[in-house]
């Protein structure tokens, strides 16, 4: 009984310091909402946790529209310390519902005036064009789209697939940027929305998500679409899918992609690290270099960014937006193509 009572606390203790030696030190665990993807996710948290081994860095990806609806439900209770990336639209109506807290970075000279909020609760990051792409397998370059218009041309009908837009901040900015050019040409919304339900009898499929956007336009599921430019150059260049895009003619809604720290946020010194190291001239280099993204800080030389931003830099024509329109107006637009044009063509 001795030996076996013995040999049973040893094991005991052994369990106990090999629990131990697994849990090692505690790590102060540091959320991010952000639509940017894993792979650019998961580059940064390796790069912040290796200079701060006493941080978890656990981004979670969602939609932009997703991000702003789980902050809206976790307002009493913040689960997130940093919200990275999203049009500044929808930016601005969470600094407006008093979701985020003010921050001034290091940058802040660096970035136009119209590119951050002027309280400071929220600084754009990266400059994302939206285009048109296609499968170049099946699509000549010659007989591609290369205006919007061009997307609703009867040859296309059943082969244009669109990424969900109410979940999707680039879709939400087209079709934005459609319905203000309606505004501003006639005094209406009303030829946007007759634009919208045109593309509507040409859609195919409206995706969940961009992976299964992407897999789809592969495989020849669909031939075009309407998506922003670096994840279709990403596409393209890293993954060889036989994808390719066209600058609109007539002009390219070109969104400014923030970044914030919410507002009761459990690690705001942290997250104010994490923000100042996304967003510092080194991570905006790699972010061009390795993941397509476009900065908008004007300091960053422009001969230390790949050759096809500086190309495209030169080809875009700005659609003019009215951004306090836009913002005020987004949510009614999207929820009125939601209830009236969504699969009423087709």
């Excluded at 993204?293 to 495209?312: E, G, H, K, N």
Aim: hydrophobic content about 40%; aromatic content about 10%.
């Amino acid at each position: 009984m001795r030996y076996t009572r013995a040999a049973g606390v040893a094991a005991i203790i052994a369990l106990t310091a090999v629990a131990g030696c697994q849990r090692g030190p505690r790590r102060t665990v540091l959320t991010v909402y952000s639509p940017h993807g894993n792979d650019l996710l998961s580059f940064y948290e390796k790069g912040f946790e290796a200079a701060h081994p006493d941080v978890d860095v656990q981004s979670a990806d969602m939609g932009s529209q997703d991000i702003i609806d789980r902050l809206r439900g976790e307002k009493a209770n913040p689960q997130a310390d940093v919200w990275f990336g999203a049009p500044e639209e929808i930016f601005q109506r969470a600094a407006r519902e008093g979701l985020l807290a003010p921050y001034r970075p290091t940058w802040a000279g660096a970035v136009p005036a119209d590119s951050h909020d002027p309280n400071d609760l929220w600084y754009g990051t990266y400059l994302t064009p939206e285009v048109i792409g296609y499968n170049s397998q099946a699509v000549s370059d010659s007989a591609a789209p290369k205006d919007w218009n061009d997307v609703l041309d009867p040859k296309w009908k059943g082969k244009v697939l669109i990424r969900d837009p109410i979940a999707s901040g680039s879709m939400r900015a087209i079709f934005g940027a459609i319905i203000l050019r309606s505004i501003r040409e006639t005094g209406s919304p009303e030829q946007g929305y007759e634009w919208l339900r045109r593309l509507d009898a040409q859609t195919k499929e409206y995706t969940l998500n961009p992976t299964i956007l992407y897999q789809k336009l592969g495989r020849q599921e669909g031939l075009i679409t309407l998506f922003d430019m670096p994840d279709l150059a990403m596409l393209r260049d890293r993954y060889h899918i036989p994808v390719k895009y066209t600058i609109p003619r007539s002009g390219t809604p070109l969104l400014v992609d923030a970044i914030a720290l919410v507002k009761g946020s459990k690690h705001p010194e942290i997250a104010r690290q994490y923000y100042e190291f996304v967003t510092s001239k080194r991570a905006l280099e790699d972010a061009a270099a390795r993941f397509y993204r476009i900065p908008v800080r004007t300091d960053i030389p422009a001969d230390s960014l790949p050759q096809w931003i500086r190309d495209a830099l030169r080809q875009i024509t700005p659609m003019p937006v009215d951004r306090a329109m836009l913002e005020q107006h987004l949510d009614q637009w999207m929820q009125y193509w939601d209830s009236h044009i969504r699969n009423s063509s087709r």
